[in-house]
Nanobody, 124 residues
Framework: QVQLVESGGGLVQAGGSLRLSCVAS????????MGWFRQAAGKEREFVAA????????YYADFVKGRFTISRDNAKNTVYLQMNNLKPEDTADYYC?????????????????WGQGTQVTVSS
């Protein structure tokens, strides 16, 4: 079993930045691929970014390319999502997820473990 705890969400003005963190426990972190998803009110959960076990591969949704960066520190059991140039449409609950296999990093159902989420609100 893996426990994931997100932090770093908050209220920011459009054009601002936030850095989300997700700390994992309960299983060797370096064995897990990690992803970030988000869910806005009334919408389905959607893929944001993912990173492979060794950080050798990263994947991004088109709507965040050039603005968000996913990274990980296996020594700290932590994955990050640096979010720059935030837009009001980025407002959502952001979830960290862990995947033992990393076959389809953009697919919600592929992930085995989920955090509780952290709220991000971007004002215009």
């Amino acid at each position: 079993q893996v426990q994931l705890v997100e932090s770093g969400g908050g209220l920011v003005q459009a054009g601002g930045s936030l850095r989300l963190s997700c700390v994992a426990s309960g299983r060797t972190f370096s064995w897990l691929a990690m992803g970030w998803f988000r869910q806005a009110a009334g919408k389905e959960r959607e893929f944001v970014a993912a990173i492979s076990r060794s950080a050798g591969s990263t994947y991004y949704a088109d709507f965040v390319k050039g603005r968000f960066t996913i990274s990980r520190d296996n020594a700290k059991n932590t994955v990050y999502l640096q979010m720059n140039n935030l837009k009001p449409e980025d407002t959502a609950d952001y979830y960290c997820a862990a995947d033992r296999h990393f076959n389809n990093p953009a697919v919600v159902e592929e992930y085995d473990y989920w955090g509780q989420g952290t709220q991000v609100t971007v004002s215009s």
